[in-house]
């Protein structure tokens, strides 16, 4: 089986009604096992894209930084506690999130990674490592509810998911001092 084809399987079946359900059911796994999975289903399709319009992709996204700026404003628009509640609550708000995180997310990320330097590519992981600790931050020591939908002790939970995830990140970002990874390569 080839990675489009995994990817386009991995969407349908994050999409399936149950599934779904019980992916959002609870904060945490709506967070940082949903949405992630549907942005791996749109990296993994993303070859199928790239050979079948080069001429878009070599002309809209050269350099990668176009890809890349796409991917920070989706994934951050889904960080917002309002953007995971009307996902919820609306039909169509939940299938633009199944579209877009595969397709303006999961699709950029892998056209633009490799086209970026290795600056730019620290550059976004430490973007994401500030705002998962501020997030992780605003999750936990929110005073009320941020999301309707979800009670507040799932709310903490995601709030350490997302610290969990930025020291994972600045882990990483310090071994990149010690370690040159072309010594690898």
């Not at 990817?7 to 079946?13: D, N």
């Not at 399709?45 to 890809?67: D, E, L, V």
């Not at 506690?81 to 950029?108: C, H, N, Q, W």
């Not at 939970?157 to 970002?173: D, E, N, Q």
Request: hydrophobic content about 55%; aromatic content about 16%; proline content about 6%.
């Amino acid at each position: 089986m080839t990675q489009p084809i995994i990817g386009l399987i991995t969407l349908l079946f994050m999409m399936i009604p149950p599934v779904a359900e019980i992916m959002e059911s609870i904060m945490i796994l709506h967070m940082h096992m949903q949405m992630p999975m549907i942005v791996i289903a749109g990296f993994l399709m993303a070859p199928f894209f790239t050979k079948r319009f080069p001429n878009f992709f070599s002309k809209w996204n050269q350099t990668g930084i176009p890809g890349m700026l796409l991917f920070i404003i989706v994934m951050s628009y889904w960080s917002i506690p309002r953007a995971m509640d009307d996902a919820l609550t609306y039909p169509a708000v939940e299938l633009f999130k199944f579209i877009s995180l595969a397709f303006l997310v999961g699709v950029p990320l892998r056209d633009s990674w490799k086209k970026i330097s290795n600056r730019w590519q620290n550059g976004v992981l430490i973007f994401f490592f500030l705002q998962f600790t501020g997030l992780g931050i605003l999750y936990i020591a929110a005073p009320g509810q941020l999301c309707n939908n979800y009670i507040q002790s799932e709310q903490v939970t995601l709030g350490w998911g997302f610290l969990t995830i930025a020291i994972a990140i600045l882990v990483y970002l310090v071994q990149l001092i010690f370690i040159n990874p072309a010594d690898y390569e």
